[in-house]
T-cell receptor, first 115, second 112 residues
Framework: DSGVTQTPKHLITATGQRVTLRCSPRSGDLSVYWYQQSLDQGLQFLIQYYNGEERAKGNILERFSAQQFPDLHSELNLSSLELGVSALYFC??????????????FGPGTRLLVL | KNEVEQSPQNLTAQEGEFITINCSYSVGISALHWLQQHPGGGIVSLFMLSSGKKKHGRLIATINIQEKHSSLHITASHPRDSAVYICAVRFILGGSQGNLIFGKGTKLSVKP
């Protein structure tokens, strides 16, 4: 158990809908990262937040947005869903803002299926 | 282009065998990670390297910065080692503003 929690575990929805994925980092960790894992693309970095502020952006679609709240939990909002965004979405956390220069602790993931 | 290549894509071994998984990358990095993804999907960070070698139990990770290459070795492999092993790097320049770029993974299956 990494200490990172994600809800929901599974999400099935229809095209055009909007969903929210939630992540609670390990106690004391200030950075939260979101990743997408699809069968064809593998793992891809989406976005990083550090202590409530957006820190870095990767391959995140404009229809996606994220935020980190004062209690440090984070939400990833996906809107106008298309079939192609069906994937596993992972959240990870780390103590500092070092991005790829530090151990990250991964949550169990949310499996999103868009029908 | 900042790329991470892993080989082999798939690997089947007999219990007890010594296993090597390779990772190569295109340009300079400041850190390289090895991750393990269990069949259920969960991801665990195994190592972070910037030089040399690290060992944890039966797992050994090495990196050669000049050759832009890293290897993950598993000694005395066991069926519970069956998983996907993913290499990820932090490129010095570009590459998601210092965040991780991932290889496609190596799927390891260890038979009893």
């Amino acid at each position: 158990d990494s200490g990172v929690t994600q809800t929901p575990k599974h999400l099935i929805t229809a095209t055009g809908q909007r969903v929210t994925l939630r992540c609670s980092p390990r106690s004391g960790d200030l950075s939260v990262y979101w990743y997408q894992q699809s069968l064809d693309q593998g793992l891809q970095f989406l976005i990083q937040y550090y202590n409530g502020e957006e820190r870095a952006k990767g391959n995140i679609l404009e229809r996606f947005s994220a935020q980190q709240f004062p209690d440090l939990h984070s939400e990833l909002n996906l809107s106008s869903l298309e079939l192609g965004v069906s994937a596993l979405y992972f959240c990870a956390s780390s103590p500092g803002l070092a991005g790829g220069f530090g151990t990250q602790y991964f949550g169990p993931g949310t499996r999103l299926l868009v029908l | 282009k900042n790329e991470v290549e892993q080989s082999p894509q798939n690997l089947t071994a007999q219990e007890g065998e010594f296993i090597t998984i390779n990772c190569s990358y295109s340009v300079g990095i400041s850190a390289l990670h090895w991750l393990q993804q269990h069949p259920g999907g969960g991801i665990v960070s195994l190592f972070m390297l910037s030089s040399g070698k690290k060992k944890h139990g039966r797992l050994i990770a090495t990196i050669n910065i000049q050759e832009k290459h890293s290897s993950l070795h598993i000694t005395a492999s066991h069926p519970r080692d069956s998983a996907v092993y993913i290499c990820a790097v932090r490129f010095i320049l570009g590459g998601s503003q210092g965040n991780l770029i991932f290889g496609k993974g190596t799927k390891l299956s260890v038979k009893p």
